[in-house]
C-alpha cells in the first residue's frame, strides 16, 4: 500500500536489498528463501504506510559465469539472457515477488558507474598496482586463506577444498590492482562498537568483528586471467573482480552518478538480506568501499543461516538443490511463503523436510486457519442468511478477544517490522488465532442458535460478529505474507476496498476493533487452504 501525504514527501525511502544472485544455474530454495524474507519485510513496510524500495537482481560477471557459459556452448551473455528471462523473473512473479527494481550487473547503468566509482577510488590514492598468489576457490570467486581449507578424501585426496563448494581450489597468480583494504579495520571496528545492530544475529556479528580485529589484507580488485567482466577504465587488460562489481549494485540501482535526487532519497539500504556464506563481503568490503567513496553506510546487514537438507546445505553443488516449483505445485504459493519464515528462525540454520511442511500445514493453515475461515463464514450464512450482525450483547468473554489482538497487533508489527523475527511474529498472529478458536469453542455458537429468544439471537450475533472481526484484523496482519489467502479472506468477509487500500488497513492499525461494519454480506467461498493428499512419490 502506498503512503499518502506527508509520509511520501521528502521522506527516505525504506531500502531493502537481496543479494544479486549468480546466474550459473536455475534458482533453488535457498535463493526464494532470501528474496520470499524481503519481500515480507517491503510488504509489511508498505502496510505501515511508509515509503519502500525493495531491490533484488542478477550478478553476470565472473569467471564461474563463463566457464558455465562455455560448458553449454553458449556466449556468457547469451547464457545470463536465458536463465533470467526463463528462471529467475518468471520464478518471482510465480512467488508474487513485489520488488520494485530488477539489476543486471551487465546493464550499461551499472557498468559504467561502476567504472566511474573504481576510477574516483583509483584517483584519490586508494587503489595501487601489485601481484598476488594464492588459493582461489572459481565458485565462490574469492581467494582464500590457508586456513580456511579442508582437506580432499577420496576423489580429493592431497588437494585442498573450498569449505563452502567442497571442490579443489586453484593456485592463482596474477598483476592485480588492489583496494587498501587493510586501512579501513579501525574505521570498521568503531563503526561496528558504535552501531551494535549493524551485523545481525548477534553470532554473525561476532564473527566479523573477530576476522576484523585479526587484520584485515588489502583486496585484490582486478582480475586479468579472463576478460568476463566490467573492464579496469585505466587498464582494459584487467576485468574488475566481480565481488566489487556486484556490491555496487546496492548503489547504481538506485541513481549513483544518474540520479542524485533518486540516490539522497533511497541510499543507503536500510537493510541488507544476505545468506550468512556471503557476510564479509558485505560487513567488511562493502562498508570500506563506501567509507574510502565518502558515501554512508547501510543500517544493517542481516544474515540468514543456511537451508539444509539431509544435513547439507542446500546448493546445485550438494544436489540438494530443490525448485520452489516442486513445493508450491502441492503446497500452494501462499503456503511456500508462510511455511519457510514460519518454520525457520532468520539468522539460524534450518533443515527442510517434506514431512514438516505437511504437519505444518495440515496444522495451523488448514486446522486453525482455514477451518476459523469457512466455519464462520457458515454460520453466518446459516443464521443470518450471510449477514454480518452487528454485535448489541458484548460481554467478558469478547474482552481477551481484543486485548489478545492488541497484544498480538504489536508484537507482530515489532518481531517482523524491526527485529526481523519473521517466525516469531507469524507466531504471534497464529497465536492470536488459537485463541479465537478457543472462543469459539468455549462459546458454542451452534447452541445459542437453537434458543430463538432475542437474548439468545443477540448473543449469537455477538459471537459470530467477534470471530469474524477478529479474522479481518487476520487477514490484514497476514496479508503480507500470504496475499492471495488474504485477500480471499478479505473478500468473503465482505470488507471494502481492496485489502491494502485505506490506511486503516495499516498492520499497525489492525486491532483497532470494530473497523468491519455489520451488515456486509459474508461469502462461504473456496477453501483457504484445502486438504492435501500426499503425492505418490513423496
Known sequence: MAATGKEQQGSKAFYVTTPIY????????????????????????????????YLTGTDEHGQKIMRTAE???????????????????????????????????????HTARVQEFVQDLYDKGEIYQGGYEGPYCVGCEEYKSAGDLLDGEGEYAGQKLCPVHKKPVEILKEEN???????????????????????????????????VRQGLEDLS???????????IPWDDKHVIYVWVDALLNYATAVGYGADQAKFEQTFPADVHLVGKDILRFHAVIWPAMLMAQGLPLPGKVAAHGWLMVGGEKMSKSNLTGIKPQDLTSHFGVDAYRWYFLRGIQFGQDGSFSWEDFSARYTSELANDYGNLASRVAAMVNKYFDGLLPESKAEGDAEQPIKDGLARAVAEADRRIGEELDFAGGIAAVFDFIKLVNGYLTEQEPWKVAKDTSPEAQERLATILYTAAEALRACAVLLNPVMPRTSGLLWESLGAEP?????????????????????????????VLFPRL????NA
Open 22 to 53: 549468480y546466474v550459473n544455474d536455475a534458482p533453488h530454495l535457498g535463493h526464494a528463501y532470501t528474496t520470499v524474507a524481503g519481500d515480507v519485510l517491503t510488504r509489511w513496510h508498505r502496510q505501515r504506510g511508509e515509503k519502500v524500495w
Open 71 to 109: 560448458a553449454n556452448g553458449v556466449s556468457p551473455q547469451e547464457w545470463c539472457d536465458r536463465l533470467v528471462e526463463e528462471a529467475w523473473k518468471p520464478l518471482w512473479e510465480h512467488l508474487e515477488i513485489a520488488n520494485d527494481d530488477f539489476i543486471r550487473t551487465t546493464q550499461e547503468r
Open 177 to 211: 590492482y588492489f583496494f587498501k583494504l587493510s586501512e579501513y579495520g579501525p574505521r570498521l571496528l568503531e563503526h561496528y562498537e558504535r552501531n551494535p545492530d549493524f551485523i545481525q544475529p548477534e553470532s554473525a556479528r561476532n564473527e566479523v568483528v573477530n576476522f
Open 221 to 231: 580488485i582486478s582480475r586479468s586471467s579472463f576478460d568476463w567482466g566490467v573492464k
Open 498 to 526: 481492496a485489502l491494502g487500500a485505506l490506511a486503516d488497513q495499516r498492520v499497525q492499525d489492525a486491532g483497532r476493533w470494530g473497523q468491519l461494519p455489520a451488515g456486509t454480506t459474508v461469502t462461504k467461498g473456496a
Open 533 to 536: 493428499e500426499e503425492p505418490k
